[in-house]
């Protein structure tokens, strides 16, 4: 079954601190796809990234940062020297190959950055 | 490129009654997706289309249907509208369905308020 794991209700942090936002999948598929979407409070999905399941580089885009973990079924998020600007809903997903574009999300992180 | 509109952003139905909310995706994708989101149950996937046809859909019951045209523009429909149908619809496009460099984007969503 596809499960994914926000365990990380809501953070609060102050401008310039580092944030790291986690994410643990279940799946049963060899093949499938996790995704970062950022929701701010217009309510748009706002894509961040994506990872296929045979591809285990981090990745750096700036400020932001992932780490995929198979081992631990992980795909943690890093924002590094936070902004208020990053303030946001934050959500992990995850689809399997043979389920087409079918997402399945998990809980969502309100990330609060205070100035 | 446009992004994926969607029609109308916000409407306010009572119950019993029926609505359709219509999502043009990316020019040029060809499958169309739509979720739920509500606060108590997050983000639901309710259906893709690929190709004028549905190919995956979600735990929802059959009040909930959907159609994808010629051009790929997609209309969702709930009949016998109930309280716990309002919620924020999002519908979100991609060039094909599950293929491996897909990655789906999302609409500014449609706000459905059920008295």
């Known amino acids: 079954a596809q499960k994914v794991t926000q365990a990380q209700t809501e953070i609060s942090v102050v401008e310039k601190e580092d944030v790291t936002l986690d994410c643990v999948y279940e799946?049963?598929?060899?093949?499938?796809?996790l995704f970062w979407y950022k929701q701010p409070p217009s309510g748009e999905l706002v894509f961040l990234i994506r990872r296929n399941s045979f591809d285990e580089q981090n990745e750096i885009s700036g400020r932001y940062s992932w780490n995929f973990q198979k081992s631990t079924s992980s795909f943690n998020f890093t924002i590094t020297a936070s902004q208020v600007v990053d303030s946001a809903v934050y959500f992990c997903?995850?689809?399997?190959?043979?389920?087409?574009?079918?997402?399945?999300f998990g809980a969502g992180t309100i990330l609060r950055v205070k100035s | 490129k446009a992004g994926v509109t969607q029609t109308p952003r916000y409407l306010i139905k009572t119950r019993g009654q029926q609505v359709t909310l219509s999502c043009s995706p990316i020019s040029g994708h060809r499958s169309v997706s739509w979720y739920q989101q509500t606060p108590g149950q997050g983000l639901q996937f309710l259906f893709e289309y690929f190709s004028e046809t549905q190919r995956n859909k979600g735990n929802f019951p059959g009040r909930f249907s959907g159609r994808q045209f010629s051009n790929s523009r997609s209309e969702m429909n709930v009949s016998t509208l109930e309280l716990g149908d309002s919620a924020l619809y999002l519908c979100a496009s991609s060039l094909t369905s599950g293929g491996i460099t897909d990655t789906q984007y999302f609409g500014p969503g449609t706000r459905l308020t059920v008295l």
């Open positions: 997903a995850l689809s399997e190959a043979k389920y087409g574009n079918k997402l399945v």
């Open positions: 799946t049963r598929d060899t093949t499938y796809y």
